[in-house]
């Protein structure tokens, strides 16, 4: 198998390290790597700052008709690109976690980004991270992964990368939070947060890094 025809689905929930994780592994195996999680949080922030009411289905709809949302890379650093413009930065503050857990619940937005996530995914090979890759956006991808992690270590986690970048951070309300999208994606009706049958499950919790991506890297160098 090439590494272009490769199609790594990592699934898992709020702040296992998808993101990181998926970003390495995709460099490792020298094809393209596309957030998924990005792209809802660039929907859904565009919809709170149209005050548009998520229960509004015709509102989020017509939106879209109006959206443009690009994933492309400047100077080897991906940017997320609402409407032409840079929210790479913006779509990463806390508040948008739970903007992207509500618009992701919307069968219609579902649908617009997924089919933009497959267009993406039958052109090149590529690393996809989300909650519902394996089982729904690519259930035919090359290898899956279930990434987890205790809820205390993703609150932390998120805790230190807010810290981090010079934001103000509460642990126990970032905590709550993650309890809550949890929740969220997991019940919800269309396409929930949920491990595909035949995904390798990794749990986080007491391993770095890299020791993530060399488990990952030899589940797939050893079907190759």
């Given amino acids: ?9 990592i699934d898992g929930p709020s702040g296992a390290g998808k993101s990181t994780i998926a970003k390495r592994l995709a460099v490792e195996l020298g094809i393209a790597y596309l957030d998924t999680g990005a792209m809802y949080r660039a929907v859904g922030l565009k919809a709170h700052e149209l005050s548009i009411d998520f229960s509004d289905i015709s509102a989020i709809e017509m939106m879209l008709e109006a959206t443009e949302v690009d994933v492309v890379y400047k100077d080897g650093i991906q940017q997320i690109l609402l409407d032409g413009k840079d929210v790479s930065v913006r779509i990463r503050e806390h508040f948008v976690s739970k903007l992207a857990s509500d618009i992701s619940a919307i069968p219609c937005v579902r649908i617009w980004l997924v089919e933009r996530q497959r267009k993406v995914a039958s052109v090149d090979g ?5 909650r519902d890759i394996g089982t729904y956006v690519l259930p035919n991808a090359s290898f899956k992964f279930f990434l987890t992690a205790s809820l205390k270590v993703r609150a932390k986690r998120r805790f230190d990368e807010l810290i981090a970048k010079g934001m103000s951070a509460d642990i126990s309300k970032i905590e709550s939070d993650i ?6 994606d997991s019940t919800r009706d269309f396409a929930p947060l949920k491990k ?4 390798i499950e990794v749990d986080s919790s ?8 060399e488990v990952m890297l030899k589940k797939v160098k050893s079907k190759r």
């Fill in 196 to 199: 595909a049958d035949d995904a």
């Fill in 206 to 213: 007491n391993l770095g890094i890299d020791e993530v991506v």
């Fill in 126 to 130: 590529c690393v996809l991270d989300g």
């Fill in 179 to 184: 309890a809550q999208r949890d929740h969220n």
């Fill in 1 to 9: 198998m090439k590494n272009q025809q490769i199609t790594i689905a």
